[in-house]
């Protein structure tokens, strides 16, 4: 027995006002977020679910309130259904871990993609939270990361310092992290999303559930490990016979042969005696036949790159 009919245009926002159980009828898209359904959750004839919540046995009650109308898209916030929710007939649905209390089942999909991922975070606690349709964010020396819901989201954080979860839900989210030495957990729910990691991270993708979605992780730049380049050397030898050393990006080499770790940037550090007349090697006495390599994890120069400018006066102390 139903007790409420509501008909709505455009989107849609369950916030915990609806009675429930609650059904969702013929909508777009819907995306759910962590801890929105305080009870069973059942998907159903939906074209695509994507989900970090495991199925189960899902036995929603009758529904209190019927949602239905010309709906575009669908969202639940955290506390946004206080019981049972039923979503009929969607397009995409999206189901961020935890968002169920009870059990979530997904009844005739036509595709699904499902992982079973624990929530990183309490919802509220990301520095950047962003939750509907192309809205931008921004944030500078975070302390916990970014979460997106929705579709079209661009994020740019910068400074990043310490270790931060990513968490996109939805479709065609684009989020940027640069900084250093901070490893970044990256969950991907939904379909071509992108996210740009800069140089002096670390990642991990913890889930990539769904289709077509891409880390991107810049290579460490080869000229951050030299402390001194051919030209500079010789042009500090001015004239006389000198010894110098320089670095010089090596062949590209996937492994660096010095510590054995898979490397964006490997260097090759020479040495060389000779006679310079204006920067000029007329005579060559000596010359280091098979220089020692070195990459970013194991080059002194990259350890002082991973430090802040603040942090390098403090080891020199
Ligand atoms: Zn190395």
């Not at 968002?99 to 990301?126: I, K």
């Not at 990513?166 to 989210?173: M, P, R």
């Not at 010095?258 to 490997?266: K, L, R, S």
Request: aromatic share 8%.
């Amino acid at each position: 027995m139903t007790d409420q009919q509501e008909t709505y245009d455009g989107d849609v926002t369950f916030t915990g006002h609806e009675d429930a159980p609650v059904a969702l009828r013929d909508p777009a898209d819907v995306f759910l977020r962590t801890d929105s359904v305080a009870g069973d959750l059942e998907v159903r004839n939906a074209e695509y679910v994507f989900a970090h919540q495991p199925t189960g046995d899902a036995n929603p009650g009758d529904p209190e309130t019927v949602v239905s109308g010309d709906i575009e898209d669908g969202y639940a916030d955290p506390g946004g259904v206080t019981g049972d929710a039923v979503v009929a007939d969607a397009e995409d649905v999206f189901v961020t871990a935890g968002t169920a209390s009870g059990d979530f089942s997904a009844v005739a999909p036509e595709n699904v993609y499902s992982d079973d991922v624990e929530p990183p975070r309490d919802p509220d606690d990301y520095d950047v939270s962003l939750t509907g349709w192309k809205q931008e964010g921004r944030a500078s020396d975070p302390d916990a990361g970014v979460r997106v819901t929705g579709a079209h989201h661009e994020v740019t954080v910068e400074k990043a310092r310490t270790d931060l979860d990513v968490y996109v839900v939805g479709h065609h989210h684009d989020i940027e992290i640069t900084g250093r030495s901070a490893a970044v957990s990256v969950y991907l729910l939904g379909y071509d999303n992108t996210v740009t990691l800069g140089p002096y991270l670390n990642s991990e993708v913890v889930a990539d559930t769904g289709l077509d979605n891409e880390v991107v992780e810049e290579p460490y730049p080869v000229e951050d490990l030299i402390e001194t380049s051919k030209d500079e050397a010789f042009d500090r030898a001015g004239f006389g016979r000198r010894k110098v050393t320089y670095q010089v990006p090596a062949e590209s080499d996937e492994w660096c042969p010095n510590c054995g770790e898979p490397a964006d940037a490997v260097v090759a550090r020479h040495q060389m005696e000779a006679f310079f007349v204006f920067g000029h090697p007329l005579k060559t006495y000596d010359k280091s036949t098979n220089p020692a390599k070195e990459c970013e994890h194991c080059s002194r120069s990259a350890f002082d790159a991973s430090l802040t400018e603040r942090e390098r006066k403090d080891v020199l102390k």
